[in-house]
């Protein structure tokens, strides 16, 4: 895997403080309240639980499972496809909703509309990289442990063409395994 990788963005050290952290942030603003986290699979896998276990005091997680990408591309098809949501009721929960990464921002926006409908007692959006560069509904994240530059990245939950979620850092490949790959 580490010959596929051009740059390291953010090692994991400086993933494991910037989540510390942020999960410390989280235990501030929401002690004593009823919260939900609900992570967005397959890309938060990593981040969420990694989070989650940071937190000290018992919040219910629950997942949606959305898919953004067709095959080996670096390009968003358009339409987010929600494979399956929620099981929990989130009426009386202030939901934190968890992903990988804010670029367009057609995921998140969908998603949020979609749990709005629910009616939690609020409802805010944690990601861990924002790429705002490339942002086309706004959207802005409640909560980022990192702001990044217009570029396509993996590890640490995010990947290409499914490979590469299990890289413990955050990096851009090199151009070869994009153009290896037949869609691009
Ligand atoms: P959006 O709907 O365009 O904001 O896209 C969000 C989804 O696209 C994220 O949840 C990721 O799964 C994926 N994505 C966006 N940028 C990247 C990237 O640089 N690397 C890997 N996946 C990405
Ligand atoms: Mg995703």
């Not at 989130?90 to 979609?114: A, C, N, W, Y």
């Amino acid at each position: 895997m580490k010959n596929d990788i051009r740059e390291v963005l953010f090692s994991t050290v400086e993933i494991k403080n910037r989540v510390s952290g942020l999960a410390q942030k989280l235990a501030d603003d929401y002690v004593h309240k009823n919260l939900t986290i609900i992570g967005i699979l397959n890309g938060s896998l990593i981040f969420l639980s990694d989070l989650i276990r940071e937190i000290p005091f018992a919040v219910k997680i629950d997942t949606i499972k959305a898919s953004t990408y067709v095959g080996a591309s670096t390009f968003p098809k358009g339409k987010t496809e929600i494979i399956h949501s929620i099981n929990i009721n989130v009426k009386d929960e202030h939901v934190l909703i968890v992903d990988d990464i804010l670029d367009t921002g057609k995921t998140l926006s969908e998603i949020v509309q979609m749990i709005t409908k629910y009616s939690p007692l609020s409802i805010k959006v944690c990601v861990l990289l924002n790429k705002m560069a490339r942002r086309e509904i706004a959207i802005a994240p409640d909560y980022c442990c990192f702001e990044i530059e217009d570029k396509f990245v993996v590890g640490y939950g995010l990947d290409f063409d499914n490979r590469y979620r299990n890289l413990p850092y955050i990096a851009v490949l090199r151009e070869g395994i994009f153009t290896a790959s037949k869609i691009i």
